[in-house]
């Protein structure tokens, strides 16, 4: 839920690049497909692939993070 919610927070206010977004939308819907592997072998090929692409996200969205800037302060008056 945790790289859903962060996800959409990021493509909503457009604070990173979309890509970023997006592709952390889409390995957050792939693990909430892989952890229905237990219920059903039909997913476990995307949940072979999510075992891959989650830390893979984890890293560049950390990264992305670590290398985002706040505007700097208004001067008033100017």
């Known amino acids: 839920m945790f790289f859903l919610l ?6 909503r206010f457009r604070a990173t690049p979309t890509w970023v977004a997006v592709v952390g939308l889409a390995v957050a819907c ?5 952890m229905f592997r237990n219920v059903t072998v039909v997913v476990a090929p995307i949940a072979a692939i999510n075992n891959y692409l989650l830390p893979l996200w984890m890293i560049v969205f950390g990264v992305v993070l670590l290398r985002h800037r706040l ?3 208004q001067v008033a008056g100017a």
């Open 6 to 11: 962060s996800s959409w927070t990021l493509l």
């Open 30 to 34: 792939a693990g909430f497909v892989g």
């Open 71 to 73: 505007p700097g302060p």
